[in-house]
Structures are given as C-alpha cells and as structure tokens.
C-alpha cells in the first residue's frame, strides 16, 4: 500500500516570502501525484497534477511542482506567497493503472501574513 | 463551472441511528468516490464506484457501511447503525474517467455523532 508523508504541519510565512511545501510518498510502482488546496471554509481544489512527462508541473495561482523519482518526492514550491494563499495544502497519490484511490499526506497549514 | 454538491453540510446523530449522506457529482463524471477526515487526521478513502457497483473499497468501509446511486444525479452514503468514532467530515468526489484522474471534491458533511 503506499502513504504520503507531509513534513511540514504548520508553516508561517510573510507575505513574498518563498514556499516550499515538502512531500515524500513511499510506493512500489508509478503513481500520480496531486496536490490539493482548501482554503478556509471551502472545499478541497485541485492545484496541479503530475501523471508523466515534464517532472516540473505548474498550477494555478503560481504553485509549481518538481517530482523526483529518486527521491520519491513531490514538493509544492512558489516563489512569493500571498495572504490569498493562507490555506491547508494536501499532497496525494494514487497508483497508475491500478485503482482508485487516492492517498492523502497529513496536509500543511499555511499562514500568510500580511 | 461544473461542481460536486453535498447535503447536509452538518448533521447531528444519536449513536446507533442510521444517516444518509447524499451528493450530487459533476454530470458527465463516471467515476465516484467517499472519503473521510476525522478531526486532525489524515483524509482517508473509503470506497470508490463505478457503473453502479462498488470498484474499490478501504478496511473502513465494513458492512455498516453502503453507497449507492438512486438515480441518475445522486450519491449517497448510508451508514446504518452510527457509532461515535464515525464523527468525521465526509468528502464526496467524482472523476469522468479511469481512477487515476483528477478527483473533483465536494463541500463535505459534517457529522456529529453523539
């Protein structure tokens, strides 16, 4: 079975600060990554995906990813955050190919101050 | 654009009751899934359908538990005899394709089990 391990629990930031979210999966074959953003008191939205190709994926709102296979890692980076990104960010994973399910990180708090 | 919608958005039970949890997924969606948070944990799957039957399903999802799609827009979540370790927000989603595409979630609903 594979899991998500999000480092990170609660981040504080200021405004134009650089974020990077970190996030390592442990699986035996090929995945696809996602991360998902809910931002107070709405529901969880897709910010950007990784299913093959280009290992440096962008998002919306600026978010981009790098997934490094060798390192079994997917970290959410942007390169100045905004109070508008204060939010709870989840990595997830599922296998390709094989099921549906998708497996959540713990997710990360993100404060934006202004 | 397109989304998933969940009713209630709260709900309060007496352990042992039976509740329903109903969503509507995106139209063109074939793919439909529950998950659940249980405060401060991780979101966690709970059983994935498609072509009105069940494809995948989690250790959580034990008989208690039953989905169902009464019709040609709902989805419902049943859980027939409520215990309190069942209080969680839970996450509707659906998907138009295979399951490892991108999952589309709704609002959540929050049940208190008392």
């Known amino acids: 079975a594979q899991s998500v391990s999000q480092h990170n629990h609660h981040v504080i930031l200021s405004e134009a600060a650089s974020l990077e979210l970190g996030c390592n999966y442990s699986?035996?074959?090929?995945?696809?990554l996602f991360w998902y953003v809910q931002y107070p008191g709405q529901h969880l939205q897709l910010l950007l995906k990784?299913?093959?190709?280009?290992?440096l994926v962008k998002g919306i709102k600026g978010f981009e990813a790098e997934f490094i296979k060798s390192k079994f890692s997917f970290n959410l980076r942007k390169p100045s955050v905004q109070w508008s990104d204060t939010a709870e960010y989840f990595c997830?994973?599922?296998?390709?190919?094989?099921?549906?399910?998708?497996?959540f990180g713990g997710g990360t708090r993100l404060m934006v101050k202004p | 654009e397109p989304e998933v919608t969940q009713t209630p958005s709260h709900q309060v039970t007496q352990m042992g009751q039976e509740v329903i949890l109903r969503c509507v997924p995106i139209?063109?969606?074939?793919?439909f899934y529950w998950y659940r948070q249980i405060l401060g944990q991780k979101v966690e799957f709970l059983v994935s359908?498609?072509?009105?039957?069940?494809?995948?399903k989690s250790e959580i999802f034990d008989d208690q538990f039953s989905v169902e799609r009464p019709d040609g827009s709902n989805f419902t979540l049943k859980i027939r005899s409520t215990k309190l370790e069942d209080s969680a927000m839970y996450f509707c989603?659906?998907?138009?394709?295979?399951?490892?595409?991108?999952?589309?979630f709704g609002p959540g609903t929050r049940l208190l089990v008392l």
């Open positions: 989603a659906s998907s138009e394709l295979a399951g490892s595409e991108t999952q589309y």
């Open positions: 699986y035996g074959g090929t995945v696809n």
């Open positions: 139209s063109n969606h074939l793919y």
């Open positions: 359908f498609y072509n009105n039957e069940i494809s995948e």
């Open positions: 997830a994973v599922t296998p390709r190919n094989a099921g549906n399910m998708l497996t």
């Open positions: 990784y299913f093959s190709g280009d290992p």
